[in-house]
Structure formats: C-alpha cells, structure tokens
C-alpha cells in the first residue's frame, strides 16, 4: 500500500510539470492613435511551449464591441497559433479591453489585451507653402 501511496505521488508531480502550455510573442496590442472606420483586426501569435496538444475551448471578450476568433484545431507542441481579434473602430474614443482564453494549458484562463484612441477626424499635415523659404 505505501508503494502504491509513493507512485501516486510521483505520477501526480509528473503531471503537474508536464502538459500542455503556451507563450504569446505579445500580450497586449497597442493600436495606437487609428481612424474611424478603419481596420480593427489584430493577430496575437503564441506558441504551444509544452509537451502535448493545446486545445482553446473558448474566447470571451470584456464587451461586444471586441470579437475574438479562435483556433479550430489544436495547436500542436512546439508550433505556432494565432487568435485575431477584430475591434469596432466606429466608436470614437480611447479603449481598452481585455480578451479572456479558456484552454486545457496548465493555466486554465489566459489574458491578453487591446488598447488605442479611435479618432474622429482626418489627421491634418501641415502643407509645403509656395510662397514661404523654409522648408
């Protein structure tokens, strides 16, 4: 029985060190100072750093506003993955979001984020005046 006890130790502390696990090259995207109307989809890319398969069960985003795609297929160790995510830049204003992973990785529940200013209006270029000297 206390062999049995030890082996269960030993294959519980096995698989808590191994399994499955990823790494994004980014967590949060910046999108900076963008237009209204203009594309609003990012990728995030990450890496399957563990020794099995990744399987994400689901994608949630903190607004609707904000619409997250997730991969279909299991990612593989070793190999790359992406989720794009696709913001409404109709709304004018500054945002910050937040996307939420739900997945089979060690860490259950991953968060990434987006940020930036929507603006309004065309960004105004001070223009070359003929009539002036300076360049």
């Known amino acids: 029985m206390r062999a049995f006890g030890?082996?269960?130790?030993?294959?519980?502390?096995?698989m808590q060190t191994?399994?499955?696990?990823?790494k994004f090259e980014k967590e949060s995207i910046d999108y900076g100072k963008i237009q209204k109307g203009s594309n609003g989809e990012r990728t995030f890319v990450f890496i399957n750093t563990?020794?099995?398969?990744?399987?994400?069960t689901n994608i949630k985003s903190s607004c609707g506003c904000t619409v997250?795609?997730?991969p279909?297929?299991?990612i593989m160790p070793g190999k790359k993955g992406e989720i794009k995510v696709?913001?409404?830049t109709n709304r004018v204003g500054g945002f910050s979001k937040s996307i939420s992973i739900f997945s089979n990785a060690k860490t259950p529940r991953k968060i990434i984020r987006i940020k930036g200013i929507v603006t309004?209006?065309?960004v105004?270029?001070?223009e070359k005046s003929i009539l002036s000297d300076s360049n």
């Open 124 to 126: 105004l270029q001070k």
């Open 68 to 70: 997250p795609k997730k």
């Open 120 to 122: 309004a209006g065309v």
């Open 6 to 14: 030890l082996f269960f130790i030993v294959f519980f502390i096995s």
């Open 86 to 88: 696709s913001y409404d």
């Open 18 to 22: 191994s399994g499955q696990e990823f």
């Open 72 to 74: 279909e297929k299991p």
């Open 50 to 56: 563990g020794d099995a398969p990744l399987i994400i």
